[in-house]
């Protein structure tokens, strides 16, 4: 605890940019998802393409990695032991159901308003999580400054929505990410305890690339005896890049979780995804024109991850649960 009491408040910075980064990553990876999905009209396909890929290249990575062949020996043994739950290592399938909510929705809505949808499942399903002390950094009690933040992810999506239908069947399609919001909130957690134990992202990473790559194949083989397989893929190479940057922000955020917790890991991701998202949508429209407040929604989720992030100092001895490694 000593250690994590005296540790500099920049390395909390430089842990919230890495999150923006993943969370710049996840925006980008939905919107290649997407283009992809529209391009072969088959969003299982283009999900089983994206995961599988990201799935070989960390199969490649790893068997030549022997501190992830170590991490895979050290989390098997905690899970014949007891000493991590089994439900962890079925982090994946959230990933799985992220990247097929990626398909099947942002052709549908745009990059933008999927985006902030995932947001206030992610937004809450952090804030719950940090409470009840599932992620690696224990439980964070509320806080005036983590309920503000989660509140405030929770109005950006609000904004965002003002000026769109509300009709049942327009808002319908928004219900998928905002489920896989908390789910991935769920996985970030999850890997962050896996890594811990594994001392290493890779073999969590690698754990979740094969457990969605397996439900995905599955769900592909069910969906193909119905709709069948497109006759050809593009060639495009930047259609296939989708796993690969799964593997990154995947692996950034099992590092990130353990030093900042699950909401503000969350609240700086949301932050890199709307910041994205609204970049897309403005210089490459696809289903829709970013409107402005869905312009206005992205600069409150900035506001919301400053916010949970900013440190709040306590004159008692409780001062520890204030420092970065809390993300308070």
Same mark, same amino acid.
């Given at each position: 605890?000593?250690?994590?009491?005296?540790?500099?408040?920049?390395?909390?910075?430089?842990?919230?940019?890495?999150?923006?980064?993943?969370?710049?990553?996840?925006?980008?990876?939905?919107?290649?998802? $997407? %283009?992809?999905?529209?391009?072969? *009209?088959?969003?299982?396909?283009? $999900?089983?393409?994206?995961?599988?890929?990201?799935?070989?290249? @960390?199969?490649?990575?790893?068997?030549?990695?022997?501190?992830?062949?170590?991490?895979?020996?050290? @989390?098997?043994?905690?899970?014949?032991?007891?000493?991590?739950?089994?439900?962890?290592?079925?982090? $994946?399938?959230? /990933?799985?159901?992220?990247?097929?909510?990626?398909?099947?929705?942002?052709?549908?809505?745009?990059?933008?308003?999927?985006?902030?949808?995932?947001?206030?499942?992610?937004?809450?399903?952090?804030?719950?999580?940090?409470?009840?002390?599932?992620?690696?950094? /224990?439980?964070?009690?509320?806080?005036?400054?983590?309920?503000?933040?989660?509140?405030?992810?929770?109005?950006?999506?609000?904004?965002?929505?003002?000026? *769109?239908?509300?009709?049942?069947?327009?808002?319908?399609?928004?219900?998928?990410?905002?489920?896989?919001?908390?789910?991935?909130?769920?996985?970030?957690?999850?890997?962050?305890?896996?890594?811990?134990?594994?001392?290493?992202?890779?073999?969590?990473?690698?754990?979740?690339?094969?457990?969605?790559?397996?439900? @995905?194949?599955?769900?592909?083989?069910?969906?193909?005896?119905?709709? $069948?397989?497109?006759?050809?893929?593009?060639?495009?190479?930047?259609?296939?890049?989708?796993?690969?940057?799964?593997?990154?922000?995947?692996?950034?955020? %099992?590092?990130?979780?353990?030093?900042?917790? =699950?909401?503000?890991?969350? @609240?700086?991701?949301?932050?890199?995804?709307?910041?994205?998202?609204?970049?897309?949508?403005?210089?490459?429209?696809?289903?829709?024109?970013?409107? =402005?407040?869905?312009?206005? /929604?992205?600069?409150?989720?900035?506001?919301?991850?400053?916010?949970?992030?900013?440190?709040?100092?306590?004159? *008692?001895? *409780?001062?520890?649960?204030?420092?970065?490694?809390?993300?308070?």
């Amino acid at each position: 605890m000593t250690h994590h009491t005296h540790r500099p408040l920049m390395a909390a910075w430089v842990a919230i940019l890495l999150a923006v980064l993943a969370g710049v990553l996840r925006t980008s990876q939905a919107r290649i998802n $997407g %283009a992809f999905a529209q391009e072969i *009209h088959d969003a299982f396909l283009s $999900g089983v393409i994206s995961f599988g890929s990201g799935f070989l290249i @960390l199969l490649v990575i790893i068997s030549f990695n022997k501190k992830g062949q170590q991490g895979w020996r050290q @989390l098997m043994v905690a899970i014949r032991s007891g000493g991590i739950t089994p439900w962890f290592t079925l982090a $994946g399938t959230a /990933g799985a159901a992220y990247v097929l909510s990626q398909t099947l929705v942002v052709g549908l809505t745009g990059v933008a308003l999927y985006t902030v949808a995932f947001v206030a499942g992610l937004s809450m399903g952090g804030l719950f999580l940090d409470l009840w002390g599932v992620g690696p950094a /224990g439980k964070k009690p509320l806080s005036f400054n983590r309920v503000g933040g989660a509140v405030l992810g929770i109005g950006a999506v609000a904004l965002s929505l003002v000026g *769109h239908s509300t009709a049942v069947s327009a808002l319908l399609p928004l219900l998928l990410p905002l489920v896989c919001g908390v789910l991935v909130a769920w996985q970030d957690a999850a890997n962050g305890r896996m890594t811990v134990i594994a001392g290493t992202p890779l073999t969590s990473t690698f754990l979740n690339f094969m457990v969605g790559t397996g439900v @995905l194949l599955i769900a592909t083989a069910f969906h193909s005896f119905s709709a $069948g397989l497109p006759a050809a893929l593009p060639t495009q190479p930047y259609f296939y890049l989708g796993g690969a940057i799964g593997v990154v922000f995947i692996g950034i955020t %099992a590092v990130v979780v353990r030093e900042i917790g =699950v909401l503000l890991m969350g @609240l700086g991701s949301i932050a890199g995804q709307l910041l994205m998202a609204v970049i897309l949508d403005f210089f490459f429209p696809s289903a829709q024109v970013t409107g =402005v407040m869905i312009l206005i /929604g992205a600069s409150l989720a900035f506001v919301a991850a400053a916010w949970a992030a900013w440190p709040k100092k306590k004159p *008692h001895a *409780h001062v520890a649960e204030s420092v970065p490694h809390s993300g308070e």
